[in-house]
């Protein structure tokens, strides 16, 4: 087992699992920078090999729902909104994903206005959002990956994943095994997103963010440690649940 002082080398190791997810996005972001011509829009067809690479690749990425490149306005030409994004389905099929994107529409699919895509415009250089229910794309349990993309100081849109919270769960939990502390992974919106005890449900919301406590604490943590993967998402241990806090600890 790692030694129960281990917060950091837990997070360390977590991202270390969860890297080649973003290693898959920034594939995603340069072929859009390779295809795209140097004094033109783009164009539909500029974009049917990635789309052949991203039907290929989803049948192997069992952790992704769907994946793909979401524009900025008119990045492609004549289109205020555009994706190329293959998504899987429950009967493991795969095929791209074709969203309503009239302005008009009672049921229009508004990426722009989207946390995953608004943070990535303003600059974060890896958003993880979520997990959510995806009733608008995939209908299921998501967490959304993306990476802005960038040319010349242009933002061009993201590259994007909707990643299976499931899998990623069961990835974070074969690492959080490795201590016998009670330990879990917190997101930005204090939502846990992995633990390897019950004291704490996958989605649920934490009162605060997780911060170090010097007193025996079982509503408080003994060790927090950012996850070097960029993400913001936190490797916290608790103090057992037998611990108890000092008198003079507020309630």
């Given at each position: 087992?790692?030694?129960?002082?281990?917060?950091?080398?837990?997070?360390?190791?977590?991202?270390?699992?969860?890297?080649?997810?973003?290693?898959?996005?920034?594939?995603?972001?340069?072929?859009?920078?390779?295809?795209?011509?140097?004094?033109a829009?783009?164009?539909?067809?500029?974009?049917?090999?990635?789309?052949?690479?991203?039907?290929?690749r989803?049948?192997?990425?069992?952790?992704?729902?769907?994946?793909?490149?979401?524009?900025?306005?008119?990045v492609?030409?004549?289109?205020?909104?555009?994706l190329?994004?293959?998504?899987?389905?429950?009967?493991?099929?795969?095929?791209?994903?074709?969203?309503?994107?009239?302005?008009?529409?009672?049921?229009?699919?508004?990426?722009?206005?989207?946390?995953?895509?608004q943070?990535?415009?303003?600059?974060?250089?890896?958003?993880?959002?979520?997990p959510?229910?995806?009733?608008?794309?995939?209908?299921?349990?998501?967490?959304?990956?993306?990476?802005?993309?960038?040319?010349?100081?242009?933002?061009?849109?993201?590259?994007?994943?909707?990643?299976?919270?499931?899998?990623?769960?069961?990835?974070?939990?074969?690492?959080?095994?490795?201590?016998?502390?009670d330990?879990?992974?917190?997101?930005?919106?204090?939502?846990?997103?992995?633990?390897?005890?019950?004291?704490?449900?996958?989605?649920?919301?934490?009162?605060?963010?997780?911060?170090?406590?010097?007193?025996?604490?079982?509503?408080?943590?003994?060790?927090?440690?950012?996850?070097?993967?960029?993400t913001?998402?936190?490797?916290?241990?608790?103090?057992?649940?037998?611990?108890?806090?000092?008198?003079?600890?507020?309630?």
């Amino acid at each position: 087992m790692i030694p129960t002082t281990s917060a950091a080398v837990l997070a360390e190791e977590a991202s270390r699992q969860l890297e080649p997810l973003y290693g898959m996005l920034r594939e995603i972001a340069d072929e859009v920078l390779r295809i795209r011509p140097p004094r033109a829009a783009l164009t539909e067809a500029h974009f049917s090999g990635l789309h052949r690479r991203l039907a290929d690749r989803l049948h192997d990425e069992h952790a992704v729902w769907g994946m793909g490149f979401i524009a900025a306005p008119f990045v492609v030409e004549d289109q205020e909104r555009y994706l190329a994004w293959w998504q899987r389905n429950n009967n493991d099929r795969v095929a791209r994903l074709r969203l309503n994107f009239d302005p008009t529409s009672i049921d229009v699919y508004d990426y722009l206005q989207m946390d995953w895509y608004q943070l990535a415009k303003r600059g974060q250089a890896r958003v993880a959002y979520g997990p959510y229910v995806d009733y608008s794309g995939s209908d299921m349990y998501t967490i959304t990956a993306t990476i802005p993309v960038v040319a010349d100081g242009a933002f061009l849109g993201v590259a994007g994943a909707d990643l299976v919270v499931g899998e990623i769960e069961r990835t974070l939990l074969e690492v959080l095994r490795q201590t016998d502390d009670d330990a879990v992974v917190v997101n930005t919106e204090r939502r846990v997103i992995a633990a390897n005890t019950a004291r704490w449900v996958v989605g649920s919301r934490l009162a605060a963010v997780p911060a170090v406590s010097a007193q025996p604490d079982p509503h408080a943590f003994r060790q927090v440690a950012e996850m070097p993967l960029g993400t913001g998402w936190v490797v916290a241990i608790g103090w057992p649940e037998s611990a108890q806090a000092s008198p003079d600890s507020p309630a």
